[in-house]
């Protein structure tokens, strides 16, 4: 499993905002939107605010790399769909800790039972990594609580 730099996990749990950059393929155009992300445990969660109708979560999960941009820096990512009941259970917890719902009233809708199954882990990545087209495939896991 690739990990983010310590730099970069930092830089991501201080944001409130980064733009995630989607598409449906290597060759469709690509769409932007702005995201709320977290880091747990070392690792960088994201989650669709609209469930599974978000149009960033339906090109991500048709075609996994995408790119963030925090600022003036593009990290590639690929995406990994969450599955461990635990592992989503500390994502909301750590969306609700970094987006108090006293500050914000969209905290409460991240963590609704059809937006929990949205939780995709990203990993750094390469743009070109999916060439094949069985690559491109969304991958599902389940990560124990030492992962």
Not at 19 to 43: K, M, N
Not at 107 to 123: F, H, K, Y
């Amino acid at each position: 499993m690739k990990r983010f730099t310590e730099d970069q996990l930092q830089h991501l749990s201080h944001m409130k905002t980064v733009v995630i950059e989607t598409r449906l393929s290597s060759h469709a155009r690509s769409h932007s939107t702005p995201i709320w992300v977290v880091v747990e445990d070392g690792d960088v969660y994201i989650r669709s605010y609209r469930g599974q109708a978000g149009r960033w979560y339906q090109e991500i999960t048709a075609f996994p790399s995408a790119v963030l941009h925090l600022n003036r820096e593009q990290l590639a990512i690929r995406a990994i769909r969450v599955t461990d009941e635990a592992t989503i259970t500390r994502v909301s917890q750590a969306l609700l800790q970094k987006y108090p719902t006293s500050s914000s009233s969209y905290a409460e809708s991240m963590v609704r039972d059809e937006v929990v199954g949205t939780t995709l882990r990203l990993e750094p990545a390469s743009l070109s990594w999916a060439t094949d087209p069985e690559e491109r495939k969304i991958p599902s896991k389940s990560f124990s609580p030492e992962e």
